[in-house]
């Protein structure tokens, strides 16, 4: 579909709403924005096969594809069957080698099989998984932003995270990460840019540079 707008597309993080991009803004006489989902993946569905579904949600030619944590792995994934304007990769990783030792380690024991997301319920747990980061006084930030507990969804993700494969940084990709992520700490090296104080949930917390900068990456 052609349209004078460009359409840009969000993709949250693992287990998260949309919602976490509430405070984003671009001129809307240049720009529409649209938020994607997570939908609940199919018995054994690959990342590729999932990715190739979410692409059926992206309904303009020649958009922006972003993606936050997990979802910065997914539109990677998504961008190998689509015609983008311009690919953003929010807070996650450029590829396998920069999972943290502790995921490798899942990988190599398939521990990631038996972590307890039964308790998905539970949003110290959900919270834990999705952001990593001190709970005690971000519950209520975790209430409003994670939207999916279900075991099937939560067991899946963790896997893909944990066994994705991808070698090197997508060529095309814009890398934006801050320098105090705890959950992806290795990203700030290489072609990357990098915001200075910015946590795993900066979409949030430093949506402002997002609003003044998003539009000048768009166009570069």
């Not at 993080?13 to 919602?19: L, N, R, Y």
């Not at 579904?53 to 030619?61: E, G």
């Not at 997301?117 to 949003?123: D, P, R, S």
């Not at 075991?151 to 320098?179: M, N, T």
């Amino acid at each position: 579909m052609v349209s004078e707008l460009t359409h840009v597309y969000f993709m949250p993080g693992m287990a998260a709403s949309p919602t976490i991009f509430e405070y984003i803004s671009l001129p809307e006489d240049r720009y529409k924005i649209h938020w994607l989902e997570w939908q609940i993946p199919n018995r054994d569905e690959t990342l590729q096969n999932y990715a190739k579904r979410m692409c059926s949600f992206i309904k303009y030619d020649n958009a922006v594809l972003l993606g936050v944590s997990f979802g910065g792995i997914l539109v990677q994934e998504m961008s190998k069957y689509l015609n983008l304007k311009k690919l953003f990769v929010v807070s996650s990783v450029k590829s396998r080698h920069e999972l943290p030792k502790k995921f490798k380690l899942l990988k190599v024991t398939k521990a990631y099989k038996i972590l307890p997301t039964q308790l998905a319920g539970k949003i110290d747990i959900l919270a834990k998984y999705a952001f990593g980061e001190t709970i005690k006084k971000r519950v209520d930030l975790y209430k409003k932003y994670l939207s999916v507990n279900d075991k099937a969804y939560l067991d899946w993700s963790i896997k893909q995270v944990v066994c994705w494969d991808q070698d090197k940084p997508h060529p095309e990709a814009i890398y934006i990460h801050g320098d105090k992520d705890a959950v992806f700490p290795h990203s700030c090296e290489g072609d990357c840019i990098v915001i200075k104080g910015g946590t795993h949930v900066m979409i949030i917390n430093k949506y402002k540079w997002f609003n003044e900068n998003l539009p000048k990456l768009i166009e570069s």
